[in-house]
């Protein structure tokens, strides 16, 4: 941004000066100042008895067969990105569709992705392919958008014994995705100015699916006004 660059030259022009002031030193040890007292972390109520089981399900470990999907050859990148989406409206009709339904702008427009139909107004986007289970074969990263909201859906889905599996859903508005190792990490904007929600979801081996392993919220230096999370960001122009 703008307002960071006369910090970062001004850093720059710091550390010049330190080091052309290095190389007159005669090599001597310097104080650096007093050092805080360090301090063990305090233990709140031990005599508090531990919880028995979460008091919120976070749907961490689920995962979903895609049905009325098939998988040419066992290789992901010949299933189509639209019949993919199409079989999650088939199978959550109370979501997509009717009139009550929050996200029936998804099915009402998911027939403009195929063939004849308006592409500019497709909800489903490009999709991605990279290896996040760690077996040598692809897995697909699949967005798409929750019309008539702003919100967006982060799908990923595997292979598994010729079926195409779903191993981690997301929905929120979301400012940003990334790919990282076997990870998938998702920013959302907060109401918060100069803050965002970041989530990380990381492929587990043992449980077969991608965990929840980090939900943060961070200073992202931004003085722009912040956005409610009930407020979705734009959804990105669809491609196939």
């Known amino acids: 941004m703008p307002f960071r660059r ?5 850093a720059v022009v710091a550390l010049l000066l330190a080091t ?3 190389c007159g030193d005669t090599g001597t040890l310097r104080g650096a100042g007093a050092t805080p007292t360090a301090t063990s972390p305090a233990r ?4 508090l008895s531990p919880a028995a089981s979460p008091a919120y399900d976070f749907d961490e470990a689920d995962t979903e ?10 290789d992901i990148r010949k299933v189509d990105p639209i019949a993919v989406v199409r079989a999650e409206i088939a199978a959550n009709p109370g979501d997509y569709v009717g ?11 998911i027939d403009d992705c195929g063939s004849g139909g308006d592409r500019s107004k497709c909800p489903v986007l490009k999709p991605y392919y990279r290896d996040l289970t760690g077996d040598g074969h692809d ?16 799908r990923v ?12 859903a997301n929905d929120d508005a979301v400012s940003g995705v990334e790919l990282a190792g076997r990870s998938v990490i998702i920013r959302s904007p907060s109401e918060l100015a100069g803050y965002e929600y970041r989530v990380q979801w990381t492929w587990d081996a043992e449980q077969k699916a ?3 392993t980090h939900d943060e919220f961070l200073r992202t230096g931004s003085r722009k006004h912040g956005v409610r999370r009930a407020t979705p960001a734009p959804v990105p122009s669809a491609t196939s």
């Open 20 to 22: 052309a002031a290095a």
């Open 44 to 47: 709140l109520w031990p005599n």
């Open 65 to 74: 067969t895609v049905k009325g999907v098939t998988v040419p050859g066992d």
């Open 6 to 10: 006369p910090l970062r030259t001004a």
């Open 157 to 168: 889905y595997t292979v598994e014994k010729h079926r195409l599996v779903q191993v981690m």
């Open 139 to 154: 897995d697909l990263t699949l967005g798409f958008g929750l019309l008539p909201t702003k919100m967006t859906a982060v």
């Open 99 to 109: 009139s009550r339904a929050p996200y029936r702008g998804t099915a009402e427009r």
């Open 210 to 212: 991608m965990l929840l």
